[in-house]
C-alpha cells in the first residue's frame, strides 16, 4: 500500500518553501520505488519563467536523475490540480500517475476544466488521485492569497 499522504507532506513542505518566498504555495515531489527522486516548489517570480511551475521542475529534475525522459513507474505528487502546461508535461513524460490535493476550479487540468492526463486521444493516459491532503494545501493557498490582498498586490 502506497503512503500517499507521507509524500504529500513532502510535496507540501516545497509549497512553504514556496510560500516563504513569495511564491505561490505549490509543490511537487517525484517519486519512484517508494523513494523521492526530485523535489520541487513555483520558481515563476524568482526566475521571472512563466514555466517554473512546481511540476515542470520536479519533472525535469527527475528526468535528469533517471537519464531518461520517460518517468514510467514514476508517481507526482502536487499540492494543486496542475495546469494545462503542466498537465501537457505529465503526459509527455508517461508518467503513472498524478497525486494532487484540492482541484483548481480556475486552471485545473486532470479534471475539473480539462481532463488533459486522460484524453483518449493522446498517447499515453494517467491515472488520477485526488483530495490527498487537500485541506492543508488549500489553507495554505488561501493564506497566501489574503496576504496578497491584503498588501494591494493583483496575482
Not at 509524500?7 to 523521492?36: C, H, Q, T, W
Not at 511551475?53 to 496542475?82: D, F, M, N, Q
Not at 486532470?110 to 488549500?138: A, F, K, P, Q, W
Request: overall charge neutral.
Amino acid at each position: 500500500m502506497i503512503d500517499h499522504q507521507r509524500f504529500m507532506s513532502a510535496a507540501l513542505r516545497e509549497a512553504e518553501e514556496a510560500y516563504k518566498k513569495n511564491e505561490v504555495p505549490v509543490g511537487a515531489v517525484v517519486v519512484r520505488n517508494d523513494a523521492i527522486i526530485a523535489r520541487a516548489h513555483n520558481q515563476v517570480e524568482m526566475l521571472q519563467d512563466p514555466t517554473a511551475h512546481a511540476e515542470i521542475i520536479a519533472i525535469g529534475a527527475a528526468a535528469s536523475y533517471i537519464g531518461s525522459w520517460r518517468l514510467k513507474g514514476c508517481t507526482l505528487y502536487v499540492t494543486l490540480e496542475p495546469c494545462p502546461m503542466c498537465a501537457g508535461a505529465i503526459v509527455l513524460s508517461r508518467l503513472d500517475r498524478v497525486v494532487f490535493g484540492p482541484f483548481d476550479s480556475k486552471m485545473g487540468a486532470c479534471s475539473t476544466i480539462y481532463n488533459i492526463v486522460r484524453d483518449e486521444r493522446l498517447n499515453h493516459r494517467v491515472e488520477i488521485i485526488s483530495g490527498i491532503l487537500e485541506e492543508d494545501s488549500r489553507i495554505l493557498l488561501r493564506e497566501f492569497f489574503a496576504k496578497k490582498r491584503e498588501n494591494g498586490k493583483e496575482f
